[in-house]
């Protein structure tokens, strides 16, 4: 059955800083990847997607994932770190069917001034 | 355009009891998805609605869970005899289409569950 592990619940950087979110899927590739975000007291919502048209992903906010088949990673990252990106962030895969998602377990994004 | 609601916003309960969330879709989705996140945890798959299909109930963590979608639209999530490890917020998400399309879910605010 496909997983995805996130690794790190929270992570803290500068204002500025670069922000790197991991993200390993189990060993089958699924068909599709993502990474969600959630701010405070707001529900999910969808930062960007990997269906296979291009390894690099390009999201809202100035996010963007790399899908590396060979070290099964989806890492979540933006050159600089603003203080509105303070939120929690799931990275989450289809399973084989791709009838539906599972999500990791969250990585809680603080930036510190 | 109205997105996902879910209603109640928050539900406290007492052991034992039965409670029902409610959940309204966008309009013309015909993917429905219930999760539940539990402090500290990732979400969790409960049931998937697609169409007039039979729901895919693999993610309910007992028979205590269930849920309806009337007329393709609104869906209910039942919990019988509440126990406090039922304490969660349930959310609910919907899709123009499910199923290999994956069609970006759209989630609601989520109900938050406190059993005492």
């Known amino acids: 059955a496909q997983s995805v592990t996130q690794l790190g619940s929270h992570v803290s950087v500068s204002e500025g800083a670069l922000v790197l979110l991991r993200c390993n899927y189990s060993?089958?590739?699924?068909?599709?990847l993502f990474w969600y975000v959630q701010y405070p007291n707001q529900g999910l919502q969808l930062l960007l997607k990997?269906?296979?048209?291009?390894?690099l992903v390009k999201g809202i906010n100035g996010f963007e994932a790399e899908f590396k088949k060979s070290e099964t990673s989806f890492h979540l990252t933006k050159p600089s770190a603003h203080m509105s990106d303070a939120a929690e962030y799931f990275c989450?895969?289809?399973?084989?069917?791709?009838?539906?998602?599972?999500f990791g377990s969250g990585t809680r994004l603080s930036i510190r001034p | 355009g109205a997105g996902v609601s879910q209603s109640p916003s928050n539900k406290v309960t007492e052991k034992g009891k039965d409670v029902e969330l409610r959940c309204d879709p966008i309009?013309?989705?015909?993917?429905l998805y219930w999760y539940r996140q539990s402090l500290g945890q990732g979400l969790e798959f409960l049931i998937y609605?697609?169409?007039?299909?039979?729901?895919?109930k693999s993610g309910l963590p007992s028979d205590r869970f269930s849920a309806e979608r009337t007329g393709g639209s609104v869906s209910t999530l039942t919990i019988q005899r509440t126990q406090q490890e039922d304490s969660a917020v349930y959310l609910c998400?919907?899709?123009?289409?499910?199923?290999?399309?994956?069609?970006?879910?759209?989630f609601g605010p989520g109900t938050r569950l406190t059993v005492l």
């Open positions: 609605f697609q169409g007039n299909s039979a729901p895919d």
């Open positions: 989450a895969v289809t399973d084989s069917s791709a009838s539906k998602i599972i």
């Open positions: 998400a919907s899709s123009l289409s499910g199923g290999a399309s994956m069609d970006t879910q759209y």
């Open positions: 060993s089958s590739v699924p068909p599709y």
């Open positions: 309009s013309g989705h015909t993917a």
């Open positions: 990997y269906t296979s048209a291009a390894t």
